[in-house]
Each structure stands twice: as C-alpha cells, then as structure tokens.
C-alpha cells in the first residue's frame, strides 16, 4: 500500500482538535521551507558564481566584476551578443572548434554570474537555451559540458517563467548524472536541477518522471564533500512535496538512511545543514520515512547537535526534524524518547539550550518539539514539568512576541492535561495546573483569547476551561474573573466564528451565571 504522507495525529492535547491543527500547521511549515521569505528564497534557488570545481581563477566571479543596476541595460546587450557568437561557435566545424565553444559559453556564462539580476531573459530571447542544450551532448569535452551546465544552473535562477524554459534540457541534465560524467559535470548538472526543482510543484513532478530522484540519490553515497552538499541540496528541493511519494521513495532506497545519519555526524555544519533539510522534508511528509529513522541512530545524532553546535542555519532543520519525529504516532514518540532513558534527558537539555537562546527562530521551534513531547505520555508531561524548561516557558509566555507564546502556550496546556477516556474532555493534571496557574501563565492565556488569531484564541479558551474546571477550592472563577477574564471572553458573544463563540458563551453560562457570586 502506497504510504499517504502523515496525517494529523497529535498525542492527547488540550483538546484533539488543537493538537491536530497543530501538527498540521507544522507540516506545511515544513513543506514551504519557512515563512521568512529571504530564508525561502536562499533556500530554494541559488546562483552559481564560482564554479563546483573550487577553482578560484579566471572562471571566478570577483565582486569588481558586478554589475550596477545603471548598467543593466548593457549586460543585457553584451548578454545577447554572447548568444549570437555561440550561435557561430556551435555551428564551426574546423580547426580549434571545441575551443571556440567552450571559449564562447565561458563568456556567457560570465554574464549570467554578474549581476544580482542576471540577464535570463535577454540570453532567452537570443535563443540560448537550443544551444546549450547542443553543447550538453554526451561526448562533448568535459569543459564544455560544466560551461553549459553552468550556463542552465543560473538561468534556471531565474523568475519561474525562465525556469520552466530549461524543460527541453532536463533529459540530458538528468542523464549527465550518471556514472559515465565526470564527477564536476555531475555537481553542476545537480546545482541546475535543484533550482529547477525548488521552482514548483509542477516541475518536480517532470524531474521525478525523467529519473532524477535516485540518481540524485546515488550522489549522497560518496564522500566528496561538495557533491553529497550539493546532491543533498537538490533533493531537498525535489522531495519537498507536498505529495508524499517522492520522500517515500527516497527512504527506501539502499544506504539512504544510513548516509543520511552519517552525513549529519561526519560532515562540517554546511554539509549537515543540507542533509538536515533532507531530514526535515523526509520527517514531515513520509509514515515510512518517518519509521525507519526513528529505528536509526537519528534522534541521538539530532540531539548531539543540538547539545554541540553553535550554527543557526543547522540548529533550524535539526529541532525541525526532531520535531517531525515526535509529532508522529505516539509509539514513535515512545520509542524514540524513552522516558528515564539517557537520551531523553540530553533531549530536553538540548531543547532548554535553545529556548535560553538569544535567537527567536531557535526559541520557537524549541517550544514547538517540546509541545509534541508533552502532548505524548503522561511520563512524558512530568519530565518537562521537573525540568529547566518551566521557569523558560513562563517567561517566554509572559514576554516573549505573539507566535512564540502561542507555541509556548500549547507545551504548558498540554502538559497539564492527562488522556481522557473515549472522546471526553481531556482529565487535568492537578499539580501541574495549580502550579502553573500560581506561577502567572493565567495572564499570558487570557491575552491568547483576546487576540485577532482564532487558532491561538481557541488555545486560550480551552486552557481558561482548565482553570474554571480544574482549580481546587473553587478558585478558578475567581481567578479569571481578576484578570478581566470574563470581559475577554464575553467579546466572543456576536463573534463570527461560531466555534470560539460557543466555547466563550457556555464558559461564561457555565461558571458566571445568575448565581456566580451569591454564596460568598
């Protein structure tokens, strides 16, 4: 049976419904790589500028060479007349022919690596593309064919209309992939399918059809530093989905699993930071994938860098992949943390780390892992609850900007509730909630259901129920009612989203009735 990619199947939360929409906003998180734009741009296109070889020479872009926006119009013409010349190149069949190809794609390619904006279209629009589609044919001069491939790589760079015009040219790109290229042709051939991949759902869906999935795969098996970052790169791009398939069949492959874990425990941060994202798309869109790492060594590898490293860009895709692991099936999260085992403990050391860190994305994500942990066993709930992360958590609920907290607010309301039996309201964890609750979370909730996000107000309200519900003594009441709690939840009576309005007007009948008050 064909693997469907995860569903949303978050363990025992407040309420089922929050946990799973939880978990889902996540995926496609993961799925669209990031909401930061810049990151997502970085990400999924790059321009080459120096070439896969290393070689700093004449084949170098140095930042003299760069074009001002004021000469745009120049690069362009010098752009067109660079095709023109190939055109000649190409057809010249006498003395010193290959020279003169490889001579005259070196010179086209250099205008395609000096601007921030390249000229694509002008190079397009001079019939580019035909020509170096010629000049990638198998038996071409080794130079010639990393010139063209080049040449592809940074008009495939390019805005999405000018990447789909490298369709002709993905058979031969693909195909120089294999063993009979030699090892720089097949890295810059991979540079030119990642852009080509990280471009649209559409155009991963051609690569996959043509075979570039397991011979981008083969890539990760050597040991070459450059070509497994480079592979690894374009295959994030490619198994990106959303369509689970690709990273399904990326898993079953011989060796990848193992290379996967080696890679990020042998390689330096800029080889694991790519290998991560492979991780990161394998963990969010695979029940296969996800099943088979986690009976690896990944998680210890995973918590190892986090407890080590320093690197922002690594730190990201590594608490992401975690997170995927432990947002999966519950005996997933159970195998993979055992509750008293050494490795759990480092995990939510490794997890403490990142929420003390001075970077926000670090401090998210963190709060996000430990939300799935806790939305796990009831075992699981006390180990965060005993750890160094409470007094963190707090802290970020109470200061911390809009969408941390409401990560933050989803570890604390699931780490005070405990399964209920059949589809009843989740059982409160009594010294959990109390403690909490006296340590100044009321607050932080209450401004949770006073913002504008339904997702984070109705994680509000159903903590308020907590409270109402679960307070000893009957203080519950009382103690929303000090914070203007009622006020925040009595402007949800005319509100359009029928759900927070039904949660909010039967909390307030409930507990702020015509009899509230009276017995005191």
Request: glycine fraction near 6%; include cysteine; charged fraction near 25%.
């Amino acid at each position: 049976m064909a693997d469907e990619g995860l569903v949303s199947h978050k363990r025992d939360p407040i309420k089922a419904s929050v946990g799973n929409a939880a978990a889902q906003r996540r995926r496609q998180h993961a799925v669209t790589v990031g909401k930061e734009r810049r990151e997502a741009l970085m990400r999924t296109k790059r321009l080459c500028r120096v070439g896969v070889s290393g070689d700093f020479d004449e084949a170098s872009i140095d930042d003299s060479d760069m074009m001002i926006e004021e000469d745009q119009a120049i690069l362009e013409a010098l752009t067109s007349a660079a095709v023109e010349k190939l055109k000649l190149d190409v057809a010249y069949q006498g003395k010193g022919a290959t020279e003169k190809r490889v001579n005259a794609l070196r010179e086209l390619r250099r205008f395609l690596s000096r601007s921030e904006f390249p000229p694509v279209e002008a190079a397009l629009q001079a019939g580019a593309i035909p020509l170096l589609i010629q000049c990638l044919s198998f038996g071409s001069p080794d130079e010639q064919l990393l010139e063209a491939a080049w040449c592809l790589t940074n008009i495939a760079a390019g805005k999405p209309e000018e990447t789909k015009a490298l369709l002709p040219a993905l058979p031969l790109l693909v195909a120089h992939l294999g063993e009979k290229s030699s090892l720089h042709v097949v890295e810059q051939c991979a540079w030119a399918l990642g852009n080509v991949a990280g471009e649209s759902e559409e155009l991963r869906n051609v690569l996959l059809l043509q075979g570039a999935l397991p011979a981008l795969a083969r890539m990760l098996l050597p040991n070459k530093r450059s070509t497994v970052r480079t592979a690894a790169w374009a295959l994030s791009n490619l198994i990106k989905g959303p369509d689970p398939t690709a990273a399904t069949e990326l898993i079953k492959i011989d060796g990848i699993p193992d290379r996967i874990v080696r890679h990020l425990k042998k390689g330096d941060d800029e080889l694991a930071t790519e290998v991560a994202w492979v991780a990161v798309y394998l963990t969010a869109l695979s029940n296969v994938a996800t099943t088979i790492l986690a009976k690896s060594d990944l998680v210890q590898v995973l918590v190892e860098i986090l407890d080590m490293s320093t690197s922002l860009q690594l730190l990201i895709p590594v608490l992401r992949s975690l997170g995927n692991l432990v947002a999966g099936e519950p005996h997933i999260t159970n195998f993979v943390l055992v509750v008293r085992h050494a490795l759990t403990g480092d995990a939510i050391q490794a997890l403490v780390k990142c929420l003390k860190s001075e970077h926000r994305i670090l401090n998210k994500e963190a709060a996000w892992v430990l939300s799935n942990i806790a939305a796990s066993s009831v075992e699981h709930k006390r180990l965060i609850y005993s750890s160094e992360a409470m007094p963190l958590l707090l802290n970020l609920l109470s200061k911390a900007a809009f969408d941390i907290k409401k990560e933050v607010a989803y570890v604390l309301g699931n780490i005070c509730v405990a399964p209920a039996e059949g589809s009843g309201r989740p059982n409160v964890i009594l010294d959990h909630l109390v403690n909490l609750v006296h340590g100044g979370c009321l607050t932080g909730f209450l401004d949770l259901v006073r913002s504008a996000d339904v997702e984070a107000a109705r994680l509000g309200l159903q903590f308020i129920e907590l409270v109402l519900r679960g307070m000893p003594n009957g203080e519950g009441p009382k103690l929303v009612e000090r914070e203007d709690g009622i006020d925040a939840m009595e402007r949800y009576q005319f509100h359009e989203n029928e759900e927070l309005r039904s949660m909010a007007n039967e909390l307030v009948d409930s507990y702020f009735g015509e009899e509230y008050g009276l017995d005191e």
